[in-house]
């Protein structure tokens, strides 16, 4: 610690992404990255933007691509926030959205930024505890609170909750903002924008980073109603008016305008996890349901902790939490073929 620190910033505990480590024929399968890349359109509307243009401010509103994701979910521009990544957008709503006084609810197990947002903003949040089976319980969710989140499917076990739950949710608490993070739910899940119509306290997270395979573009966004994005919107132009720059714009609608690379490529994954979960049962891993581009695994007869170490020891990155209830597990983001069949060969003597 320094004298120079704030007295809030001695009180944090910051997120700890993970890690991008600098190895030789790594098989980095730690961070959620898509293992396919970015459409070929969106290469291409980067470089017809790289000219003189640069030099100039963008449009602080994202004017074009608000318009592009609001016909895209068929919603109006005014019901479109867009951010730095996700969990920009995630900094926003917990700063503009969530009550104090009573805590915000998020589930036990889940994305760890939630409680390093609650500590930066000095808000009270309060773990919701996930089922045996590790599933979100609605009935969990009718209690006094600040505001509601959870990621769906959730992170890190991949479970998905389906949309008449997530509805109840919704509806149990219409006095709070309710915040359906869906970082994940292009790989299989069905998204709560549908339902943001007919709530006007429903608040629907995404991100361009997984199943768009732009997470070196940083470039996330809410759905939700205009008096709730009018809230995020003066967060936003209270901290960072230009929060998403010129080749992020182009890139981000050139993405959206590319549906078959999307869905050809959310399709990729989608196999893939299939493929590495049967494996995974073979050798004897209890491997959760996914809706994600990744899965939460367990060998009943080998600790967590050591599969990760003999895996790094082969050249395979894997994450690892060591958090209760899960401390056993792995998470492995889904990588391409040869990646997941590497994987594969690395664990079966671990095993």
Known sequence: ??????????????????EQPKMANLVKLNTNENPFGPSPKVIEAINTELNDSLRLYPDPESEALKSTIANYYGVQGEQVFLG???????????????QHGEPVLYPDITYSFYPVYCGLYNIEGKTVPLTDSFEIDPKD??????????????????????????????AANPDR???VDEAYVDFGGESAIKL???????????????ARSLAGLRVGFAIGSPEVIEALNRVKNSFNSYPIDRLAQVGAIAAFEDEDWF???????IGERGWVTSKLEALGFDVLPSKANFIL????????????????EKGVIVRHFNKPRISDFLRITIGTADQNKRLVECLEPLV
Request: hydrophobic fraction near 40%; charge should be positive; aromatic fraction near 10%.
């Open 263 to 269: 869905r050809a490529t959310c399709e990729g994954v």
């Open 177 to 179: 903002v309710v915040v």
């Open 297 to 312: 695994a367990r060998h009943p007869d080998h600790a967590g902790e050591a599969l990760a170490k003999g895996l790094r």
């Open 196 to 210: 943001v119509g007919k709530y006007p306290n429903l608040l629907v997270c995404q991100t361009l980073s997984k």
């Open 84 to 98: 730095n990544g996700s969990d920009e957008v995630l900094a926003h709503i917990f700063y503009g959205l969530f």
């Open 1 to 18: 610690m320094s004298k120079f620190w704030s007295s809030r910033v001695k009180e944090l505990v910051p997120y700890v992404p993970g």
């Open 141 to 170: 969710y009718k209690q006094p609170n600040g505001g509601i989140i959870f990621p769906n499917p959730n992170a890190p076990t991949g479970r998905y909750l389906a949309l008449d739950k997530v509805e109840a949710i919704v």
